[in-house]
Structure formats: structure tokens, C-alpha cells
């Protein structure tokens, strides 16, 4: 019972926020919208037994990721108060695809059969990591897999640096900044 | 109710006592303002503010060493009027303070106060856990905390639309970014050895081997740095440099929200000493003593513990003899007026010292509570596991004081680095130690045959 409030009041709260995201016509506070959707998707993690996922959550995404979001976007220019406007043309494709892929969604969850049980432990630190490098119990495959991850982030990493050096170094930048 | 019929009261009454320690850092800015400020004059050869007083009979003016001079700077504060320049968006102008103020009541949960205490209650055994949440996640979710208070600075340097301000926040929170991964890593190499996240288990790890310190030392200075550097402070302090940037990301604020950002940054520093002295100084544990050794020995624990706070007070009475004769030479108009006030002092002083020595003995010959095992598990009375744990908390704050110090210690003596120093020193010096530190720590660990 008491569990299901507390679902109903961070689900309220991560819908209205994620809502928020596409309606605020300024981007910082769709950026900051989302910080507070993520917090709180990050307590409904805890809620289903997972408090390691919801901290890491608030951590990377709420804490690492959203912070350097807010900070490209002040740094870009994007926070004067320069409004967009809320529907273009490429609205008249998205906002369909949107209501589709949520019916389609919500028709899956209602279909399918979940039990909700607030007292079972699904992901401490202990299960995670077990599941993850445990090579005994689930073989290399998961191992390998998140090694592989970090090697793809890390080249991706390189790559992006690469990219914007060669931006700054090109013709085109040069001549703009000619300009001003 | 099932859950509250889950527990009995007496475990009920300890788990909601333990909310208390939310305010912990609240109780530390009160404490830390006038040691910075006196700390200041010490480190500069003057006196530092202490001339603000309050006239009582007999003894005249009570300074109280400058703790007077804090009570009228925060009276100040709070009925100076809230202002708002024109153009600042106006929400986030007023919600930015908050939000760093607000992490300050979250982050003492964590942290444990005190060990498990595990003791009879009516032929049951009653186990609670030193910590308000004890979560096995206890240290992350100190970060998570840490990192969301960072959106306070970016928000309130954006919100003040001046130049100034956002520049300070620009600084701030790329300066928070980048150490947070200094901190995360130096971290890591503890984490290791100990083998949890949960900081009562690190701790209890350290109780039972050896402490943090000496572990990995590495990693204590590097943990040292980053922290210093995520508080802002200098040699840190980027944000607020008085010849660019006025006052960094709060130039725009004044009263009270002025005071939110100020007490943030002292509780800021009070959360990284207590989180320095449970990863690294081995937390509340009594040094060379274990707590089964403790316990089976209250009386006398409790005896040595008020023989130590009748040694601080002799010491305090010895300081004050000291002045009043110093005092006493000169030809100072008001040493007399100063003399009177040093009566009482004396006075209290003097009472203290006869009071813990009194108690102290009285402890060693007449509290000598019982103690037996269940399981395995020393369990003993409530009174022995109130004792322990009131040992273990002034542990706790005694270590956590000494890093505080150190953090003034640091501001009024290092000099200031430029920005790109401080992200050079962050990114190619500290976390490249650090992941070193780590690599060797875990080569160390699997040789030497540990999880």
C-alpha cells in the first residue's frame, strides 16, 4: 500500500516532468525537466527493488550526463531567450509516430503480466555485479560484452575529439570567424 | 498498522532519534564560521572578529571568542530584505539557493554515526544500524547528492543574467565535473579492499585491518585535493576571483539567499570531513580498540572518555590563565572588563573538569553493565549499546575536526591557482595518480589473495 503511493506520486511526477521536456519552449528548462524526470524514475528504481540502477541513475545521468547538457547548452548561445517555436512541419510527422509508439507500449505492458512486489531485491550491488562478472554462473558472455562496451565509448570518445579538432582547423571555420 | 507493529518502541524511538543527525551540518556552520574567521586572524597575527557582546550581571560583556560576532552576522542576514535585480528570471533566482541547502539535510544519511548497535530488549535481540539509511549503496548515492548540488551554482549564475555570474557558474560546474572523477577514482582503491559500497562495512573493514590512511595514502591525498576542490575554496576558488569575476556565480544575491549559498559551502565542507574521516581515518572507530573490547569494558571506557574531556577542559582553563596574565601586564584600558569576563569562563571550566572527573570515577567503579552472547554476536544492555555509541560519535566528530581545520589551514595559506592550472593539476595529475593507484591497489589485492 504503501509502496503503491509512493509509485503514485513518482510516476505523476516523472510523466509530468517528461511531459514538460516537450512542451517547454526554452531549453533549459526542458533540459532541467528532465533532470527532474530522471530523479525520479531513479526513486521509482529504488522502489522496485533496484537501488543501485536509481543511484546510478541520479549519479550519471541526473548528476554527469544533464550537467553537461545544461552546460553546452548556456555555453551555445541556447539560453539566451530566444523561444523556438513549438510545432513545425516536422511535428506533423513526430506527433503521430509519438501517440502510436505510446499506444503500442502501454498495450504491451497491459498485455503482459508483470507482478509488482516492492519487497523483493532485484539489483543490489551484490546481484548486479554477480550477474555481470560472475564467470562461473553465467559464462564469459556478459564479461566480454561490457568490456566491449567500454572500448566502443572510449573510440567514440576519440572520435568526437577528432571531429571537432577538425573543425576548428578547417577552411570553413576560419572564414567565419573572418567574418566577425 | 503491520509496520509499525514490525518493530518494538524502543527501536522505533532510536530509528526516528537518528533523523537528528540531518542537522549535523547545520550545527557544524555555526561552529566553522567563527573557527574560520578566528582561524584567519590567528593565521594573519591578528585577533579576528570578537567584539561584538552580550551584557550580562556581573561578568559584564560576554564575548564568547567570537561566537557573539556569528549570531549578529546571521541576525543580519535574515532581516536584510530579499532582492531581485531587475531582468533575473525570477523563479530560478529564487530556487537556486535552495537547492544546495537542500542536499545539505540529505547527505548526512549515509554516513554512520555510530556501529551497528545490537543489544536485549526484553529477551529479544534488537539491532539497528548506525546510519539513517543503511543502504549498500551508502557511497554512491553521497555523489549522486554532491553532484545534483552543483545545478544550485549553475542555475543561480544563469538566472542572474550578468556576466559576472554566469562566468562564475561556467567555471563552478566544469570545475565540479572534472574532480568529481578525481574523487569517484581515488575512492575506488578503498572500495576494493573492503569489497562494498556500504560505508558501515568500510569502516567496520578498517576497524578489523588496518585504517584507510594507511592503506592507500595515495589515495587519501589524492581524495584530499579533489574534495578541497569541489567545495570551492581556495586555492580553488576560480569561481570568485575578486580581480575577474567579483564574487563568481552569487555576485547577484544578497540577505539571506546570500547566506543559502555561504551555508552550503560550510556544510559542503563539514559532509567531505565526516565522508574523509569514515573512508580514511577509520570512521567512528576507537583507535587500537575494538568495540567487543570496548563494550566489555564500559565503565572504563566511559571513565577514560570523561578523563580525555577533563583534559580539554584543563587545557581550555590553562589558556585562559594564561591570557589573564598576559592580560594583567599590560596597561590596557579594558583588561579589566576582560578580566571579569574571563570569570566566568573559569568558573564554568572549573565546574566542567570537577564534573567529568566525578563522572569518570563513578563510571569505573559503579557502571559495570553486562554483557553476553547470542549467536555469536556480543549483545549486552541498552545502556552498554547507548555508551558505545556515544563513544563512537565523538570519535567520529573529534576526527571529522581535524579536517576541518585543514580546510582552513589550506585557505589562508596556499595561494590561488589560475583556472587552467586547476584543470591541468585535475585532469593530468590527479586522476592519472589516481587510476594508477587503482590499477596497483587491485594487482596488489589478487596477488596477495583477497575477493
Known amino acids: 500500500m504503501l509502496a503503491l503511493i509512493y509509485f503514485i506520486v513518482l510516476a505523476v511526477i516523472a510523466v509530468g516532468s517528461a511531459v514538460c521536456v516537450l512542451l517547454s519552449r526554452h531549453p533549459l528548462y526542458g533540459a532541467l525537466s528532465l533532470v527532474v524526470s530522471m530523479v525520479s524514475l531513479a526513486g521509482i528504481y529504488g522502489l522496485l527493488g533496484s537501488p543501485f540502477l536509481g543511484v546510478v541513475q541520479i549519479m550519471v545521468y541526473a548528476g554527469a550526463i544533464m550537467m553537461l547538457l545544461t552546460f553546452v547548452i548556456m555555453v551555445l548561445n541556447g539560453a539566451r531567450d530566444s523561444h523556438t517555436p513549438m510545432f513545425d512541419k516536422v511535428s506533423l510527422f513526430v506527433i503521430p509516430a509519438v501517440i502510436v509508439l505510446a499506444g503500442l507500449v502501454g498495450f504491451a505492458l497491459v498485455r503482459s503480466p508483470i507482478a509488482f512486489d516492492a519487497a523483493t531485491i532485484r539489483g543490489s550491488v551484490a546481484i548486479t555485479s554477480k550477474t555481470l562478472f560472475d564467470v562461473a554462473q553465467t559464462g564469459p558472455g556478459y564479461f566480454v560484452l561490457f568490456e566491449v562496451l567500454g572500448v566502443l565509448l572510449l573510440s567514440a570518445m576519440g572520435a568526437a575529439v577528432l571531429l571537432a579538432k577538425k573543425r576548428l582547423g578547417s577552411v570553413d571555420s576560419e572564414k567565419t570567424e573572418d567574418k566577425h | 498498522m503491520d509496520i509499525i507493529e514490525s518493530k518494538t518502541w524502543i527501536e522505533w524511538a532510536i530509528t526516528i532519534a537518528k533523523f537528528a543527525f540531518c542537522f549535523v551540518p547545520v550545527l557544524y556552520i555555526l561552529l566553522l564560521i567563527p573557527m574560520e574567521r578566528r582561524g584567519a586572524g590567528f593565521m594573519q597575527d591578528r585577533q579576528g572578529p570578537n567584539r561584538s557582546y552580550i551584557k550580562i550581571p556581573y561578568f559584564g560583556k560576554l564575548r564568547a571568542f567570537g561566537y557573539v560576532q556569528n549570531m549578529c552576522d546571521g541576525t543580519k542576514l535574515f532581516f536584510k530584505e530579499m532582492f531581485a535585480p531587475a531582468g533575473v528570471n525570477k523563479l530560478l533566482y529564487y530556487v537556486a539557493p535552495a537547492i544546495p541547502f537542500a542536499i545539505v539535510f540529505l547527505s548526512p544519511c549515509v554516513i554512520p554515526w555510530f556501529g551497528p548497535m545490537i543489544f536485549d530488549w ?11 539509511i543503511d543502504s549498500d549503496v551508502g557511497v554512491l548515492l553521497l555523489f549522486g547528492f554532491s553532484s545534483i548540488s552543483a545545478y544550485g551554482a549553475m542555475l543561480a549564475g544563469w538566472a542572474s543574467k550578468s556576466k559576472y555570474s554566469f562566468l562564475g557558474a561556467l567555471r563552478t560546474s566544469s570545475m565540479t565535473i572534472s574532480y568529481e572523477v578525481c574523487l569517484g577514482l581515488s575512492l575506488m582503491g578503498i572500495l576494493l579492499l573492503a569489497g562494498s559500497f556500504n560505508l558501515t562495512d568500510i569502516v567496520q573493514w578498517q576497524e578489523n585491518h588496518v585504517w584507510g590512511i594507511v ?50 559551502e560550510y556544510s559542503h565542507i563539514c559532509i567531505n570531513s565526516f565522508l574523509i574521516a569514515t573512508l580514511f581515518l577509520g570512521g567512528y572507530a576507537v583507535p587500537f580498540v575494538t568495540t567487543e573490547t570496548l563494550q566489555e569494558n564500559m565503565g572504563v571506557s566511559l571513565a577514560v572518555l570523561c578523563g580525555v574531556l577533563a583534559f580539554i577542559a584543563l587545557a581550555f582553563l590553562h589558556m585562559i590563565y594564561r591570557y589573564s596574565r598576559k592580560l594583567k601586564k599590560t596597561n590596557l584600558t579594558h583588561r579589566f572588563e576582560v578580566l571579569k569576563e574571563y570569570k566566568l569562563y573559569k568558573i564554568v571550566a572549573w565546574v566542567a573538569t570537577v564534573a567529568f572527573i566525578a563522572l569518570g570515577i ?30 563512537h560519535l565523538l570519535v567520529l566528530v573529534a576526527k571529522s575536526l581535524i579536517f576541518c581545520w585543514v580546510w582552513i589551514w589550506v585557505r589562508w ?23 594508477i593507484n587503482l590499477v596497483v591497489t587491485a594487482v596488489i589485492a589478487k596477488l596477495l589473495g583477497g575477493n
Not at chain 2, 526484553?122 to 539513517?132: F, K, L, R
Not at chain 2, 557502571?367 to 547470542?374: A, I, R
Not at chain 2, 591557482?417 to 595529475?429: A, E, N
Request: net charge negative; glycine share 12%.
Open chain 2, 122 to 132: 526484553g529477551g529479544e535481540t534488537v539491532s539497528i544500524a548506525g546510519s539513517i
Open chain 2, 215 to 264: 592503506a592507500q595514502p595515495v589515495a587519501f591525498f589524492c581524495f584530499l585535493i579533489a574534495s578541497i576542490a569541489e567545495t570551492g575554496r581556495a586555492p580553488f576558488d576560480v569561481a570568485e576571483g575578486e580581480p575577474e569575476l567579483v564574487a563568481g556565480y552569487h555576485t547577484e544575491y544578497g540577505a539571506m539567499q546570500f547566506g543559502l549559498f555561504y551555508m552550503g
Open chain 2, 362 to 391: 563513578a563510571a569505573w567503579f559503579f557502571y559495570n553493565p553486562e554483557n553476553f552472547v547470542v549467536n555469536g554476536l556480543a549483545v549486552g544492555s541498552l545502556a552498554t549499546a547507548v555508551g558505545t555509541a556515544l563513544i
Open chain 2, 413 to 435: 595559506t596556499l595561494p590561488r591557482f589560475r583556472y587552467d592550472h586547476v584543470m591541468h593539476l585535475g585532469w593530468k595529475i590527479i586522476l592519472n595518480i589516481a587510476l
